[in-house]
């Protein structure tokens, strides 16, 4: 019975639970090995002899799973920020995404500092990390900004012409114009900006503590047995 539950216990290890959302093509329950990011840290993970269960919630939610479900060892994909390190580990990057700014064709954006987007309303994704100027400009009510819960209702409003602009990584912009039903009356109409906002690295973040820092240690390891550019290149 002992070396039943030993072994029962050393199983129970070797799984990690993480919290994601629904963020096609990088992460989705129904999309191929998941989404992007998930085939490089489920590979990541299978190189250091480790499962990786992936569960699918609202964002905020999955944040929130990460820093108190005792189930959830942390959460992704995730842009870096400083003050992430006071609840969360930061894995090593696990691949990056190009963040730009969606605009309408019949109305261009021309700009070539942050600080020129104060004079529009750009559209925002709820407890979304963007860049760190843009995000301290809001903070400090230099930049105006229309919150959506989710990126595609935030296209809606850039189509219907509510928000001037939509912050979103061009690899989610392309793929919900192409499969996202309420998106359709907008196609043709809607475009990204050509100058990027930034490349975003991604990032797993794992609760804060011992076992959280030996997650972090065993998938940072895992990261350099793969090709995380391959993979993500197969999925996006």
Request: glycine share 6%.
């Amino acid at each position: 019975m002992a070396l039943m539950c030993a072994g029962a216990a050393l199983a129970e290890v070797k799984t990690v639970t993480l919290a994601s959302l629904e963020w096609p093509p990088y992460t989705g329950a129904k999309l191929p090995e998941q989404g992007a990011s998930v085939a490089v840290a489920r590979a990541a993970f299978k190189a250091m002899g480790y499962e990786l269960k992936v569960e699918f919630y609202p964002w905020s939610r999955a944040v929130q799973l990460a820093k108190n479900s005792p189930g959830h060892a942390g959460y992704f994909p995730e842009y870096y920020s400083d003050e992430l390190k006071n609840d969360f580990v930061l894995s090593e990057p696990m691949g990056s995404g190009p963040l730009g700014l969606a605009q309408r064709n019949d109305k261009p954006l021309n700009w070539s500092k942050i600080s020129d987007l104060s004079a529009i309303k750009v559209g925002v994704v709820q407890d979304y990390l963007n860049t760190t100027e843009f995000d301290a400009r809001v903070a400090a009510k230099q930049q105006r900004v229309d919150v959506a819960p989710d990126d595609s209702r935030n296209l809606m409003k850039l189509g219907a012409g509510r928000i001037d602009a939509a912050v979103v990584d061009s690899n989610v912009f392309t793929y919900l114009l192409k499969t996202d039903p309420q998106l359709k009356p907008y196609v043709g109409q809607l475009s990204m900006n050509p100058r990027l906002m930034e490349d975003k690295k991604l990032y797993i973040c794992f609760k804060k503590g011992a076992e959280g820092e030996r997650i972090a240690r065993v998938f940072n390891e895992g990261l350099k047995k793969i090709d995380i550019s391959a993979i993500m290149a197969k999925h996006l």
